[in-house]
């Protein structure tokens, strides 16, 4: 175990540059991924599956703003941002920027729903264990990536 941290505080950090060009592709990827979920799916997994990925969206702009920021953070933050837009949605105001614009609908929301905040942890969840997971492989230590992919997917430890 020893050996495997001395070789992970040694690895190179992320450049910064290929971190935001792999954080700008997985935010289009989002976007065509909720636009297409929209487009397909109704009711209960349209909506609930919209809010996990607009908190994927939302961490995968951190990174993009931030590349250097760590994926707790990162997922903290679309969290924390996901959450304040929908407590915003207890006030009138994202209802009348929504009824004024469709971008506005889909950034802001018009109704507050207690069960999006869920959705939303399980969007920051996706994303922290994606950024982990490359991350890892940025680092040297895509194996190890793989692994803990697989396992948390499979819901086993190794």
């Not at 979920?37 to 969206?57: E, I, M, N, Q, S």
């Not at 939303?120 to 922290?128: D, E, H, I, L, T």
């Amino acid at each position: 175990m020893k050996e495997r941290r001395t070789r992970m505080n040694l690895a190179t950090p992320a450049d910064p540059v290929r971190t935001r060009l792999v954080a700008a592709g997985a935010a289009a990827v989002t976007i065509g991924a909720g636009l297409g979920l929209r487009a397909v799916a109704t009711g209960d997994v349209a909506k609930y599956g919209g809010d996990a990925l607009y908190t994927v969206l939302l961490h995968a702009l951190v990174v993009l703003a931030a590349p250097r920021v760590t994926p707790l953070a990162a997922a903290g933050t679309a969290l924390a941002v996901s959450c304040a837009v929908e407590f915003s949605q207890l006030t009138d105001a994202p209802a009348e920027l929504a009824r004024r614009s469709a971008v506005a609908r889909l950034v802001l929301g018009s109704t507050f729903n207690p069960p999006d905040l869920v959705w939303y942890a399980v969007g920051a969840a996706v994303g922290w264990l994606v950024h982990s997971a490359v991350g890892s492989s940025n680092s040297g230590d895509a194996k190890s990536a793989r692994r803990t992919m697989k396992s948390l997917i499979l819901g086993r430890r190794e």
